[in-house]
């Protein structure tokens, strides 16, 4: 491969591009704003896809090490209504293609595949600059630059590579997600934990609603989902623990307390977590030397799908790429329009799994989701 490839972003999607490259024997580079690894803890489990995830880990020769982390039992999908009962509980029976791994476990494969120098920490990219013939020079925080031939935009929602190719700017989607944590729930949290289960319970009503995830290491990770106007959300001081957890739990007046002291009983201070997203279909026009992929390119709401595709993008991107070693625009092309027809497709999916969790027609939109069948 003649052109030389710049990656900004060392998550998901970043790291199976350059693993994959890297399997076909061509080198890449990743800057990464965090200084190190460990730098930031890397949220909860995630659920990866026969149809996309597990393909690009399969791409990337990490099947075994994928298969080696998975938390058994995990798939477990439990539905609660507000007072704790049952209205679905559906057991891990090993058959649900969905396994559940942690972000960090996956990230920790990704890296440890990658040749030592491959990631460059503490490179937060704050400027770039087209210096003609599709390169960009890219200056980054520490007053450090370097030209890219080939510029890789996979810096997650808030990308500074987008600009080059789309004006869209992410908006908040009305729905702020808080996260909690409990920790050692056998012992400390037993009735909160058995509510939960062995896998995921959810317990949604209109406009708001509890998940949570029971995660390996006795670990209960929950997301409050609240649809509030942001202006709402900023006037909560999250400094302000005890103050920030009292308006929080007030909206579920009425709640079971196994439900609300996922968020009353937390380990953790709440973080809250706005929705933004890009429209669903966002597009750009093919521009020399730069594209986007994962969250750069199509920020959606949570519905399991995001980090899926992340990973999907980077193996197709590297599989176009190694298609076409020395016609680097016509990979762009290939990835571009494969790209756009399917993120279009899952954002709008998305936006309707959120609707069907803490829409009108909560809780019945998810159970009919997850079943198939007509509830009401
Ligand atoms: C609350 C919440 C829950 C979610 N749950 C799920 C789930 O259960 N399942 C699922 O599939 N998806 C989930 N998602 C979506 C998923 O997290 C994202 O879609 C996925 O992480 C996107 O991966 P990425 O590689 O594109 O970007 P990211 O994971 O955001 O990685 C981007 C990387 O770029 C780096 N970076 C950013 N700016 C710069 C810069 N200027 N210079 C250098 N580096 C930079 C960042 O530090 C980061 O490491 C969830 C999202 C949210 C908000």
Same mark, same amino acid.
């Given at each position: 491969m003649a052109t030389s490839i710049t990656i900004i972003g060392a998550g998901l999607g970043g790291l199976v591009l350059a693993r994959v490259l890297h399997v076909h024997g061509i080198a890449a580079t990743i800057y990464e704003a965090d200084p190190s690894p460990d730098a930031r803890t890397q949220g909860g489990q995630l659920d990866i896809h026969e149809h996309d995830g597990q393909i690009a880990l399969a791409e990337a020769g990490l099947t075994a090490e994928f298969r080696a982390i998975i938390h058994q039992g995990g798939e477990a999908t439990r539905i609660l209504d507000?007072?704790? &009962? *049952?209205l679905l509980d559906e057991p891990?029976?090993? &058959?649900?293609g969905r396994p559940e791994v942690l972000r960090g476990d996956l990230r920790r494969i990704l890296l440890d595949s990658?040749? &030592?120098?491959?990631v460059k920490w503490g490179r937060k990219l704050v400027s770039i600059r087209p210096v003609g013939g599709g390169r960009h020079e890219l200056t980054f925080a520490d007053g450090t630059t370097d030209t890219a031939e080939l510029l890789v935009g *996979? #810096?997650?929602?808030?990308?500074?590579?987008r600009p080059l190719l789309s004006d869209a700017v992410p908006e908040y989607a009305g729905t702020v997600f808080v996260e909690t944590y409990l920790y050692d729930v056998d012992r400390r949290h037993r009735e909160t934990a058995e509510a939960v289960g062995p896998g995921a319970m959810f317990a949604f009503a209109p406009a708001k609603g509890i998940a949570a995830h029971r995660e390996s290491g006795d670990v209960l990770h929950t997301y409050v989902e609240l649809s509030r106007p942001l202006d709402w959300v900023n006037r909560? #001081?999250?400094?302000d623990r005890e103050a920030a957890t009292e308006t929080l739990v007030n909206e579920f007046d009425g709640w079971a307390p196994e439900l609300t002291a996922l968020l009353t009983?937390? #380990?953790t201070a709440p973080v809250p977590r706005p929705i933004y997203t890009l429209p669903s279909s966002h597009r750009w026009d093919r521009t020399p030397g730069v594209t986007l992929l994962g969250d750069a390119a199509h920020l959606m709401p949570p519905s399991g799908d995001g980090a899926n595709l992340a990973l999907f993008d980077g193996a197709q991107l590297a599989k176009a790429l190694v298609a076409h070693p020395t016609d680097v625009n016509a990979a762009l092309d290939e990835f571009e329009s494969a790209m756009f027809t399917r993120s279009a497709e899952v954002a709008v999916e998305a936006h309707d799994t959120l609707d069907r969790c803490i829409g009108e027609r909560a809780p019945y939109g998810l159970i009919e989701l997850l079943t198939g069948a007509t509830v009401r």
């Open positions: 507000p007072q704790g &009962n *049952a891990d029976d090993g &058959n649900g990658l040749p &030592n120098g491959t *996979a #810096d997650g929602a808030w990308s500074k590579v909560i #001081d999250f400094g009983d937390g #380990d």
